[in-house]
Each structure stands twice: as C-alpha cells, then as structure tokens.
C-alpha cells in the first residue's frame, strides 16, 4: 500500500489516470486504527485490480482539508484525479469498504 504524503499527493492521486483508493487515517483516530487491517488486507486481496493508498491527515492538514476531509475515517475512490465515492465515519464499515472496491474493480 502507497504511502502518500503533501510530496507526492498530486502525483500519485491527482495526475494519474484510472483509479485509485485513499484510506485517510489520522493519529489517535481510533475508529481508523480499527479499520487498517482490514484495509491492508483488503489492499493485499485486489492490490492487483486496483491501486492502494493511504494518508495521515495529522501529517498533512492542509493537504485534507482541500480534499474536503473533514472527519476521519475516510476511505475515498479517486478516478483520473476526481474524488468519485468516499465513505465517511459511521459510513466506513468493513462491509462497506468492501462493497465500494467491488464496485470499482
């Protein structure tokens, strides 16, 4: 899974084509901590059908913010630089993450 930070965002999210999946996570999110294995292994399950990535807001705020990031966890799908779908707190279930990569594979 790709680490993303305010570097290389732009390069890896918003200026490659096809899709791609943000896992937004922040330090002491617990609901966030909860989720990553599931989402790793997810990433590791169809890693090959589409790509992973994940950011720590608390290391890159602003960068959140202009991705209209408000609450955590985040787990968003990104097409040719457009946020296209995002599950949101409550929303970002393990069956709900699973559903949305199906959707897009």
């Known amino acids: 899974m790709l680490e993303l930070n305010k570097e290389n965002f732009e ?3 918003l200026q ?11 330090d002491g999110c617990i609901p966030c901590e909860a989720l990553m294995p599931f989402i790793m292994g ?16 608390t290391k890159a705020r602003r960068l959140a ?3 209209k990031i408000l609450g955590l966890p985040v787990v968003a799908v990104y097409e ?4 296209i779908e995002e599950l949101v707190k409550e929303e970002a279930t393990e069956a709900n993450i699973e ?5 897009h594979i």
Do not use: C, H, W
Not at 16 to 25: L, M
Not at 80 to 83: L, R, T, W, Y
Not at 99 to 103: P, Y
């Open 11 to 13: 390069a890896e999210v």
């Open 16 to 26: 490659i084509p096809g899709k791609i999946i943000v896992d937004y996570f922040g």
């Open 42 to 57: 997810t990433a590791e399950k169809y890693g090959d059908k589409i790509k992973f990535a994940k950011l720590n807001t």
């Open 65 to 67: 913010i202009s991705q």
């Open 80 to 83: 040719n630089g457009q946020k």
């Open 99 to 103: 559903a949305m990569v199906l959707r």
